[in-house]
T-cell receptor
């Protein structure tokens, strides 16, 4: 494994509640990414980071924010979850992108 | 038109068959090409990575890139039931940082 973990692995929440997903790496990679994966759409980039406090938007960033205060942690926050954000979320690290195990999020 | 097109399958083959998986892309700026394998309920794992036209071989896997046709392929020789997974192509433009554009994936089943 590339030394990347995600938490929680599964979460069920209600519409309108805030949700934070955590990605943790032990590889000291500069680059970290958040993707969502949905049937028919494949993997789509939400946000990425190229260093501590350096982040940028991806293809589907609306409704999501990120923070990176330490090299090893990259947090994805849904400020007010909606049912359209029900998905599997993957974190990835590094130039060629090693992926974490994913978080299954259900928004009721 | 999507930037990367990939036939979703499912593709079912007998054990030992040669499998061909393909993607087409529309942007000639794409320069780096990757194939990922994803087992059910797991994260994608990198299989092959190339940045030039031609073939790159790794064991039973061969990645082929034809930039003139904007077409990339992954061949699997002597396919095994353990190769049953979804295969994703991913493409990165030169100078695009590390932002990848993924195909939607082809589901492969290798049957005994």
């Amino acid at each position: 494994d590339a030394g990347i973990t995600q938490s929680p692995r599964h979460k069920v929440t209600e519409t309108g509640t805030p949700v934070t997903l955590r990605c943790h790496q032990t590889e000291n990679h500069r680059y970290m990414y958040w993707y969502r994966q949905d049937p028919g759409h494949g993997l789509r980039l939400i946000h990425y980071s190229y260093g501590v406090k350096d982040t940028d938007k991806g293809e589907v960033s609306d409704g999501y924010s990120v923070s990176r205060s330490k090299t090893e942690d990259f947090l994805l926050t849904l400020e007010s979850a909606t049912s359209s954000q029900t998905s599997v979320y993957f974190c990835a690290i590094g130039d060629t992108q090693y992926f974490g195990p994913g978080t299954r999020l259900t928004v009721l | 038109q999507k930037e990367v097109e990939q036939d979703p399958g499912p593709l079912s083959v007998p054990e030992g068959a040669i499998v061909s998986l393909n993607c087409t892309y529309s942007n000639s700026a794409f320069q780096y090409f990757m194939w990922y394998r994803q087992y059910s309920r797991k994260g994608p794992e990198l299989l092959m990575y190339t940045y030039s036209s031609g073939n790159k071989e790794d064991g039973r896997f061969t990645a082929q890139v034809d930039k003139s046709s904007k077409y990339i392929s992954l061949f699997i020789r002597d396919s095994q039931p353990s190769d049953s997974a979804t295969y994703l192509c991913a493409i990165n433009p030169e100078g695009g940082g590390n932002k990848l554009t993924f195909g939607t994936g082809t589901q492969l089943k290798v049957e005994l």
